[in-house]
């Protein structure tokens, strides 16, 4: 005990950001858990999928068919409001939000959640992350040639 207070009298400074540090991290927690904002990593969101989660895809329709999750939803953010009335038969099961990046879906993330919703999550760093983690991605064309053989 005597070695830590010498250490702490000999390195204030060090001894103070390192203070500083643990309780930024900690606020930071207990703002993000207050807050009931949950972004899950990419593993993370194929085990929802994998339990039945539907994923909404928040991008322009330009940008889903270039590639999106398999059987993801696409609303537009912008339509969001206009089409909360398609997702009320949704409200039981878990909703993965996905952007681009990840930043558009904390919008959608809230405005689900303040509808109702209750399992609502934000896919951490989006497409791009989803891309970078190596998971697949399905196209417009391989979708439409899909439904056409179903037909």
């Not at 207070?5 to 930024?24: D, K, Q, R």
């Not at 904390?106 to 689900?112: C, D, E, H, I, Y």
Request: proline share 2%; hydrophobic share 45%.
């Amino acid at each position: 005990m005597d070695k830590v207070l010498e250490f702490t009298s000999n390195h204030t400074l060090l001894v103070l950001a390192l203070m500083i540090s643990f309780f930024v991290v900690v606020f930071s927690e207990i703002r993000r858990k207050a807050s009931g904002m949950v972004n899950v990593e990419p593993i993370a969101a194929v085990q929802l999928i994998n339990n039945d989660a539907v994923v909404l895809d928040l991008r322009s329709f330009d940008a889903f068919s270039k590639g999106h999750i398999v059987n993801a939803r696409n609303i537009p953010s912008d339509e969001l409001d206009a089409k909360m009335s398609q997702l009320t038969s949704l409200k039981s099961k878990a909703i993965v939000a996905v952007c681009d990046v990840g930043i558009t879906s904390t919008k959608a993330v809230n405005t689900l959640r303040a509808a109702g919703f209750e399992s609502v999550y934000g896919l951490k760093g989006g497409m791009s992350g989803w891309s970078q983690a190596g998971l697949p991605v399905v196209t417009g064309k391989k979708t439409k040639a899909r439904k056409a053989k179903n037909k």
